[in-house]
């Protein structure tokens, strides 16, 4: 988990793929098809808070 900031958690990718019990890829898909939209590093890579990932678990739970 990398820290920006002492108050706010950003996960990558990766971290957020083992939270979600979901694999990358799937991610990456999500992204494209504009279903969840993500922050960006200095690096332009997908970075997501804490908020990000309760307000994707909440999503994705009501599609089951």
Do not use: C, H, S
């Not at 958690?9 to 793929?17: F, S």
């Not at 922050?39 to 009501?62: A, M, Q």
């Amino acid at each position: 988990m990398l820290i920006m900031d002492k108050e706010k958690a950003v996960y990558n990718m990766t971290e957020l793929a083992e939270r979600l019990n979901v694999t990358r890829q799937a991610i990456y898909k999500w992204i494209k098809k504009g279903w969840v939209k993500p922050k960006r590093d200095y690096r332009n890579y997908p970075v997501f808070t804490r908020e990000d990932v309760l307000n994707i678990l909440k999503w994705k739970n009501t599609l089951k």
